[in-house]
């Protein structure tokens, strides 16, 4: 009775054992993982930010050059976010609070500037639309209306749209300007990952 005691005591300190050494390898495991997840999710943020630099350069060069801001470097850009974008819950495997925040605040408030110039260049496509089809109707109602009397009628008609042309006008270079400063945001944020 007192050996099957002692095996029955055995076996179950066996057991712990076993159980404890099966736990912490599966945490060793976990953080392992964790810490491989991580470096992914680093390596895809930084590149995401690398080519937003880029970007940044572009849409502002691209404006410069031709007063239009291109819609599909817009789209390039939006479409260099994914990696930040089809993963940000993992964002919460960084235990640095600040940068988990500043990460957030940096591909929210840059997703707002692209919205804004896409907006902002749309906008102002459909004012020069309605100013080019509003100015060839005049002058195919009057063919002796020259093309500069004609403007001048429907700029006096359509003065809301002409005030906002202006603002946007001012505006658009403005909102470019804002979405280059978050280069140093962007390039300190990538310092920060790669110190990780």
Not at 9 to 27: D, E
Not at 109 to 127: C, F, H, N, P
Not at 188 to 196: F, S, T, V, Y
């Amino acid at each position: 009775m007192i050996q099957t005691v002692s095996q029955l005591l055995l076996t179950i300190l066996g057991g712990v054992i076993t159980g404890g050494v099966g736990l912490l390898l599966s945490r060793s495991e976990d953080a392992r993982k964790k810490k491989n997840l991580q470096k992914l999710l680093i390596v895809g943020i930084c590149d995401d930010l690398e080519l937003s630099l880029q970007l940044y350069d572009k849409v502002a060069e691209e404006f410069e050059k031709s007063k239009v801001i291109w819609l599909s470097t817009l789209n390039e850009l939006r479409e260099s976010r994914q990696t930040y974008k089809n993963n940000k819950d993992f964002i919460t495997l960084f235990d640095d609070e600040k940068l988990r925040i500043d990460i957030f605040r940096y591909y929210n408030r840059t997703g707002d500037i692209i919205s804004t110039l896409e907006y902002q260049q749309k906008r102002r496509m459909v004012i020069e639309d309605n100013f080019s089809n509003a100015v060839h109707a005049k002058m195919s109602q009057n063919p002796e209306l020259k093309k500069a009397d004609a403007e001048a009628i429907v700029l006096m008609i359509n003065e809301a749209e002409a005030k906002e042309y202006q603002m946007l006008t001012i505006n658009i270079p403005a909102t470019i300007h804002n979405l280059k400063e978050f280069k140093t945001t962007a390039i300190e944020l990538i310092r920060q990952l790669k110190d990780k």
